[in-house]
């Protein structure tokens, strides 16, 4: 299996995640398997790490891992509730290759490209691969890159684009991680109301940039507690896009 049930375990029994074990059919070659997936999440709540690119800090890869699913017969990588349900059991089915947590958002990112993702879910699949690398205490530098090509690139050729106000939000904070301050400073001024972006939040990181300051910047709780209640008054329904699948 690609995750050891020891890891299982440990990731389950920390911080109320909990990863387990479903099998699959590939939409594109029909294979069967079997693969981590995500069971349970915390309810966001304000006590969250939330940063200021509006992602949720995971307390392991893993977990952010098991969000996608990568077949072992064509390697087809993309969210794992995009894949067909099937009724085998787990320990019956091919196992899913075991690959490193940023490696398989790598194979996510080819396959964005090779069957024709949007260039929307092209930009999400990119920046969860960031995250993803961040979960891993690793830089991300060169993903962060990708993600920042395909977010613009969303921004600028979708019509009618959902959120786009905090779209550029967060392209504006890509920017800025990525030390290109002008740029940054340059979206942040774009972000308006529909964004629905405590104002408080957008100042700071318009100062952060104009400082020269590149850092990942962690949300105070009580910011994550004013895009939290902005967010629910203006739209139950809507998903928090950035934030672990979190609803």
């Known amino acids: 299996m690609e995750l050891a049930n020891n890891t299982l375990e440990s990731i389950s029994s ?3 995640y909990k990863l387990g074990e479903v099998t699959l059919m590939c939409p594109k070659c029909y294979q069967i398997f079997a693969t981590a997936c ?18 949720r800090v995971l307390p392991d890869a893993l977990i952010r891992a098991a969000m996608i699913a990568t077949c072992p017969g064509c390697t087809y990588t993309w969210w794992t509730e995009s894949f067909i349900p099937d009724n085998t059991i787990p320990l019956l ?6 690959i490193e947590p940023v490696k398989k958002f790598g194979h996510a990112i080819l396959s964005s490209r090779m069957y024709g993702a949007t260039e929307l879910e092209k930009a999400h699949i990119a920046l ?22 395909e977010l613009k ?10 959120n786009k106000s905090r779209h550029i939000y967060i392209l504006a904070e890509i920017y800025r991680l990525s030390g290109e301050y002008h740029e940054a400073v340059k979206y942040f001024y774009q972000v308006d109301r529909s964004a629905l972006l405590p104002q408080d ?20 709780h009580h910011i994550v ?8 008054s203006a739209d139950r329904a809507a998903r928090f896009l950035f934030m672990s699948a979190v609803a």
């Open 14 to 16: 920390s911080d109320s």
């Open 128 to 149: 969860n691969a960031y995250y993803c690398a961040r979960d891993s205490f690793q830089s991300g530098e060169k993903i962060l890159q990708i993600a920042k090509d």
């Open 38 to 55: 995500v069971e349970e999440i915390p309810v966001l709540n304000p006590l969250a790490r939330i940063e200021a690119d509006l992602h």
């Open 225 to 232: 507690k004013q895009i939290y209640d902005l967010r629910i």
């Open 201 to 220: 939040l957008l100042d700071h990181q318009i100062r952060q940039a104009k400082l020269g300051n590149s850092k990942p910047v962690t949300i105070p």
């Open 153 to 162: 690139n969303a921004i600028e050729t979708v019509t009618n684009l959902k």
């Open 93 to 98: 089915a091919v196992d899913a290759p075991a």
